[in-house]
């Protein structure tokens, strides 16, 4: 019935980092129409949610992600 709690990954890996030059791990947290994973499903804390919707607005600006998912 309860499922055990998810730690945020960014506190449980202090040497992981949160930049917008890292488009492959913030890619992690975009959902595959193009929309930033909200905190239940990605399971990071608030403090880290808030600066990774920060850092892939960032990656965004500058072209290193989309903002929409690419059609084929």
């Known amino acids: ?26 890619s992690l947290f975009i959902s595959e129409t193009g929309r930033i994973t909200p905190r239940r499903i990605s399971g990071t804390c608030a ?11 960032r990656a965004r600006h500058i072209a290193l992600l989309p903002y929409a998912p690419s059609h084929y």
């Open 47 to 57: 403090k880290h949610q808030r600066k990774l919707a920060t850092e892939i607005k």
């Open 1 to 26: 019935m309860f499922q055990r709690r998810k730690v945020c990954r960014f506190c449980a890996d202090k040497t992981a980092v949160l930049s917008y030059r890292e488009a492959k791990t913030l």
